[in-house]
T-cell receptor, first 115, second 113 residues
């Protein structure tokens, strides 16, 4: 148990569906992240939130829409995805921004399959 | 050139062997270096954290950073089948906006009984 909980753990969706991934951290951290992990590729940072404000959007297509209603919760809204978006989506948190040397704690991930 | 290079493996060793995992990087500004372990179908978990150069030891694990060569290593002594996982190196520097950790591709390790 890392203190970062993601739901659902597995999701299969059609290209016309709309779904959301949810993340909750119980660590009292101020920064939250969405990462994408595809097979044989390094982890890709998608979005960063610090104190509920988005501080980075790493050239992510608009079919991915993040939402951070408070410092403990983070959502990733998905719509009109493509099969190449199938991947493991990891939520993470850190006390403050990772570039300040704060370590990042990951959730277990949400396995997404787009059909 | 990728900012962080890591041999993806797979690497297979017998139980009890000493394992050496490595990453090279190109940006001399990196100051914070981490190793994460990721079991199959799980999220990465932090294994070791090192600031700047030097060694850090934690049980059977030793992390080394050589900033002059832009090279970091993770050594696992007396490797166990439970060490079978993918090991990811990651690094960052203070001026890296957005809290971006740069990850290596990960090395898949298999320890055979």
């Amino acid at each position: 148990e890392t203190g970062v909980t993601q739901t659902p753990r597995h999701l299969v969706m059609g290209m016309t569906n709309k779904k959301s991934l949810k993340c909750e951290q119980h660590l009292g951290h101020n920064a939250m992240y969405w990462y994408k992990q595809s097979a044989k590729k390094p982890l890709e940072l998608m979005f960063v939130y610090s104190l509920e404000e988005r501080v980075e959007n790493n050239s992510v297509p608009s079919r991915f829409s993040p939402e951070c209603p408070n410092s403990s919760h983070l959502f990733l809204h998905l719509h009109t995805l493509q099969p190449e978006d199938s991947a493991l989506y990891l939520c993470a948190s850190s006390q403050d921004m990772a570039s300040s040397g704060n370590t990042i704690y990951f959730g277990e991930g949400s396995w997404l399959t787009v059909v | 050139q990728k900012e962080v290079e890591q041999d993806p493996g797979p690497l297979s060793v017998p139980e009890g062997a000493i394992v050496s995992l490595n990453c090279t990087y190109s940006n001399s500004a990196f100051q914070y270096f981490m190793w994460y372990r990721q079991y199959s179908r799980k999220g990465p978990e932090l294994l070791m954290y090192t600031y700047s150069s030097g060694n850090k030891e934690d049980g059977r694990f030793t992390a080394q950073v050589d900033k002059s060569s832009k090279y970091i290593s993770l050594f696992i002594r007396d490797s166990q089948p439970s060490d079978s996982a993918t090991y990811l190196c990651a690094m960052s520097h203070p001026s890296n906006q957005g809290g971006k950790l740069i990850f290596g591709q990960g090395t898949e390790l298999s320890v055979k009984p």
